[in-house]
């Protein structure tokens, strides 16, 4: 079993940053891929981005590339999802998972945890 806990999230202004964190504890962490997804009310859950147990392949939606940046921390055993240049349509709750895939498909994670509100306002 692998625990996981997000933190970081809050409201802030469009254009803003902020940092997700997911710490997890149990099983060795180092031997999980790890993903972010988020869901925004009245939407389903969607991948936002993923990176493999070695921390050398990271892969994001279309709609966050080239504004968040996905990493771990194998020491702190803690993944990081760092947001910039936030737009009120990245509103959502957002959630890190763990599992033997690094894949964009939500259902193939075998860990998630409670996840944390992101709100950025206009």
């Known amino acids: 079993q692998v625990q996981l806990v997000e933190s970081g999230g809050g409201l802030v202004q469009a254009g803003d940053s902020l940092r997700l964190s997911c710490a997890a504890s149990?099983?060795?962490?180092?031997?999980?891929?790890m993903g972010w997804f988020r869901q925004a009310p009245g939407k389903e859950r969607e991948f936002v981005a993923r990176?493999?147990?070695?921390?050398?392949?990271?892969s994001y939606a279309d709609s966050v590339k080239g504004r968040f940046t996905i990493s771990r921390d194998e020491a702190k055993n803690t993944g990081y999802l760092q947001m910039n240049s936030l737009k009120p349509e990245d509103t959502a709750v957002y959630y890190c998972a763990a599992g033997h895939y690094a894949t964009p498909l939500a259902r193939l994670y075998d860990y998630w945890g409670q996840g944390t509100q992101v709100t950025v306002s206009s």
């Open positions: 990176i493999i147990w070695s921390g050398s392949s990271t």
């Open positions: 149990g099983r060795t962490f180092s031997n999980y891929a």
